[in-house]
């Protein structure tokens, strides 16, 4: 397995570009099963689990062409030779479960291995069960599989989500767009990722009114065509590779960067001290001068501050001048990089749903060990302003959603490189 060692100490200057969304990716890919034109999707992420997503499309018989090293993903579904989603692949990553929905909506049955939990979480997905059921379907639970059928099609239905779920919003608005009749979802998911789904639905036929707001409504039609459609930027990537001017001193611009896409982020970046300047290119970040300043963070669905930041800004206050307490709202294990933290030096408590931080002066490099994608993330940024040498082992973890990290800090002057096992 590789690893990565970096040499904190550096103040990171220059320019980081930001890919596209792997989120929304992982969203939009899933869609070509509602249509048996082609579906093209532009600035895609090069990312192990979007090579995963491609494999299980491909499984069912869709066909997935990477094209110009990946960033162009030609998709068709014309030819199906499975409605089977096999756990083998869906246990490597739960959005696979995103296929349900469309699979369904198109072909009135789909049977979709149950996800299982991940390190951070149970992440049970009985909200998109709700949804679907709430359509018309008949949803049978058996070793692990789910087996949906809806032989006469979907139809339009009010959902109340009882909880906000990105993922349940994103199934329950495929498989609505070819529902019978209006859907309205309420208590909907507002996050980036499912406006740009409901821009990519909407260029393929889909009537998708409200995204972006907690109600989304839609009024099925018979069939969509397919399109071709550019992947929003990734915030999360963004926000990520704005930490790290934030903890090293120096200053980087994140090009394609749009501040209305992590808005609660960068004020809580502009509360600890940090200068968030939107450019012509992007936004430019960078630390004046002294320590960063304690603050608290509370993570919660879109427009608030981002679960998917929370790891990488406890390493920020990690060094910060005082106390700074961190809560997690939406999963119920999502501190296990407060421990590998703690190895650097780091004096992180934690309670239940809240990581209380103390700020150090400096942290010290040490050999620590990623857990989830977002944990990995946060040691490197913690590495790259540590004293001495850190080697983060379990990289996979990170290539699940970093485009070649280590050449985008490199590029800016970090001391990083990757040794492959
Ligand atoms: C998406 O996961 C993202 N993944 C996650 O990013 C992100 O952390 C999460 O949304 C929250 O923003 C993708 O988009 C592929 P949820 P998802 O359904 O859809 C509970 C990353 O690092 N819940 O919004 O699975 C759930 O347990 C990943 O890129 C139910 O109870 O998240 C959680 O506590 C990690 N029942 C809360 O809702 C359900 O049926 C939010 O989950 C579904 C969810």
């Not at 990946?70 to 296929?99: C, E, F, N, P, Q």
């Not at 459609?229 to 790290?244: C, F, K, P, S, W």
Request: aromatic content about 2%; charged content about 20%.
């Amino acid at each position: 397995m590789d690893q990565i060692a970096v040499t904190g100490g550096t103040p990171l200057r220059g320019e980081i570009p930001i890919a596209g969304a792997k989120n929304a990716c992982l969203a939009l890919m899933p869609a070509t099963l509602l249509t048996d034109e082609p579906l093209t999707l532009m600035n895609a992420p090069r990312l192990s689990d979007i090579r995963t997503m491609t494999t299980l499309l491909q499984s069912l018989g869709a066909e997935v062409t990477a094209l110009q090293g990946g960033k162009v993903l030609a998709m068709s579904s014309h030819d199906l030779t499975s409605l089977r989603a096999d756990y083998d692949i869906v246990r490597k990553m739960r959005a696979s479960i995103l296929v349900l929905g469309p699979m369904l909506a198109r072909h009135g049955r789909a049977v979709v291995s149950l996800p299982g939990g991940c390190a951070i979480g149970a992440r049970p997905v009985d909200l998109h069960l709700m949804a679907l059921e709430a359509m018309g379907a008949t949803l049978d639970l058996r070793e692990g599989y789910v087996h949906a059928k809806a032989p006469n099609g979907l139809k339009g239905a009010r959902i109340a989500f009882p909880t906000v779920s990105v993922g349940a919003t994103e199934n329950a608005l495929m498989a609505a767009t070819l529902a019978r009749g209006t859907t309205v979802l309420a208590n909907a998911a507002r996050e980036p990722e499912i406006v740009d789904l409901a821009r990519c639905l909407r260029a393929m036929g889909a009537r998708i009114a409200g995204e972006g707001t907690g109600t989304i409504e839609v009024e099925g039609v018979a069939a969509l065509c397919g399109a071709t459609h550019a992947v929003v930027i990734d915030r999360i990537e963004l926000g990520t590779y704005m930490l790290a001017p934030a903890i090293t001193g120096g200053e980087v611009e994140c090009l394609g960067g749009r501040r209305d896409l992590v808005g609660a982020f960068a004020d809580k970046l502009e509360e600890a001290g940090i200068a968030v300047e939107e450019t012509p290119r992007g936004l430019k970040v960078s630390r004046r001068n002294g320590r960063v300043a304690a603050v608290d963070v509370v993570t919660e669905p879109f427009p608030g501050f981002p679960t998917d930041l929370q790891a990488q800004m406890m390493a920020l206050l990690c060094t910060a001048d005082g106390v700074s307490r961190l809560e997690e709202r939406i999963f119920e294990n999502r501190f296990m990089h407060a421990p590998e933290l703690g190895r650097m030096g780091a004096r992180i408590s934690v309670q239940g749903g809240t990581a209380t931080v103390t700020g150090v002066e400096r942290l010290r490099g040490a050999p620590v060990m990623a857990t989830d994608l977002r944990a990995s993330v946060s040691l490197i940024l913690a590495a790259l302003a540590a004293e001495g040498e850190t080697v983060v082992s379990r990289v996979y973890h990170l290539d699940r959603g970093y485009e070649r990290v280590e050449e985008k800090l490199s590029a800016c002057g970090a001391r990083i490189e990757r040794i492959a096992a």
